[in-house]
């Protein structure tokens, strides 16, 4: 069974900093983009943060670009978000999402767009002030 294990949110300060993991089963990284979304309450769902382990390339969403850094383990079929300068409007459900490789590779907004074939349960992060 394909699934993803997403882990390490919490309740931090401003400033502070977090280290999501993404623990894919079922799947090899190699073949599948792995993506970071968030969803704070009463707004709609946001891609954060984008890749594709086989080359290497990343995609970070404005709100997140110098603070955030994606990566991944291949022996441990784990992606990372390690979140730096956290603020206030960071909280948010962050969920871990694979899709196919191939259909990323147009970057920009397709890493985001269109449906994500796998969703691992969300993992809560709260920043407060």
């Known amino acids: 069974d394909v699934q993803l294990q997403a882990s390490g949110g919490g309740l931090v300060q401003t400033g502070r900093s977090l280290r999501l993991s993404c623990a894919a089963s079922?799947?090899?990284?190699?073949?599948?983009?792995i993506g970071w979304f968030r969803q704070a309450p009463g707004k709609e769902r946001e891609g954060v943060s984008f890749i594709t382990s086989s080359d290497g390339r990343t995609y970070y969403a404005d709100s997140v670009k110098g603070r955030f850094t994606i990566s991944s383990d291949n022996a441990k079929n784990t992606v990372y978000l390690r979140m730096n300068s956290l603020k206030p409007e960071d909280t948010a459900v962050y969920y871990c999402?694979?899709?196919?490789?191939?259909?990323?590779?147009?970057?920009?907004?397709?890493?985001?767009?269109?449906?994500?074939?796998?969703w691992g349960q969300g993992t809560q992060v709260t920043v407060s002030s």
């Open positions: 079922g799947f090899t990284l190699d073949d599948y983009a």
């Open positions: 999402a694979a899709d196919p490789a191939f259909r990323r590779m147009m970057g920009g907004s397709n890493w985001y767009n269109g449906k994500y074939i796998y």
